[in-house]
């Protein structure tokens, strides 16, 4: 068993014991590009251009790699553009369902379908393998675009400017060469880090993911100690990427995954740093703790085989940040 690219543990596909312990991810399927006029992107094929209400968007609200489509989402004003169908926080045996006895949970707005892997046989009738969130489908070609959310985040960041009228750009050009040394170590030593140390089975293979995963942790405290974001003077997409692992740290990660040798809160830079981010227009409404808390300690069977559900710190996220004061504009 393993816990997949997006966020999605399926049965079957990965046995830790088999890599020494170590958590290891596996690549994504669809890699098709959405694009302002339907050429072919960096990888997979043309035909997908970007217009109002053809796309639709599969996710978790537990999942960080999906919350980071739906954070661009919300930035990009694509609400009115792109709707969203939301699965269960809960997954078991069957994998992600659409069952909706949990707030927020929507079902499949689009088919009405019981699970996530029928979305996947809807494109595909031979498909196997992984079943992942989030999914970007097409509803002209009657498939799916992608699931890869770090190529998803890029599509919502400038493929649709022409269709809402919003120039944000959070990968500039100037700043890509950083922005992708940034993300690569972001990638595997905190974002990847956390579950290497959660799904660890072996204590080596633990000792070694949460003592990279704190010197991560670190590193990014002192990088912001001297620039208000990580890349630049700006919000780029590398903020975004960290964003939906800090803003998940002490209610899960901090415990459920043993990432304990500090809290987030411990930390005076990335703390306040979260908080900011948090506070970006419409970003708290793309936060769903009591989604991710019950997905991971109810789904994880093999790291809290009772499923108790802890209660957590309560957080306010809405506390003031002082980032303005610390790093003034200009």
Known sequence: MGYLDNGEWNEGWYDTK????????GT?????????DGAAGPSGEGGFKAESGRYHLYVSYACPWAHRTLIFRTLKGLHDHIDISVVHPDMLD???????????????????KQFMRDIYTEADPRIS?????PVLWDKTTGTIVSNESAEIIRMFNSA???????RQDFWPEELRGEIEEVNARIYDEVNNGVYKAGFATTQAAYDDAVVTLFKAMDWLEERLSGQRYLVGDRVTEADWRLFTTLVRFDLVYHTHFKCNRKWLREYPNLWAYTRELYQWPGVANTVHPDHYVRHYHYSHDMVNPNRIIPINPVIDWDEPHRRDKAFPAG
């Open 160 to 166: 649709f400017d022409e269709v809402t009228g919003d």
């Open 18 to 25: 088999a890599h020494g312990g170590e958590f290891v991810r």
């Open 28 to 36: 994504t399927a669809f890699r098709n590009w959405v694009t302002p």
């Open 129 to 133: 393998g992984r079943v992942t969130v």
């Open 94 to 112: 069957d994998g992600w369902t659409f069952d909706t006895d949990f707030v927020g949970a929507t079902g499949d707005r689009l088919f009405g």
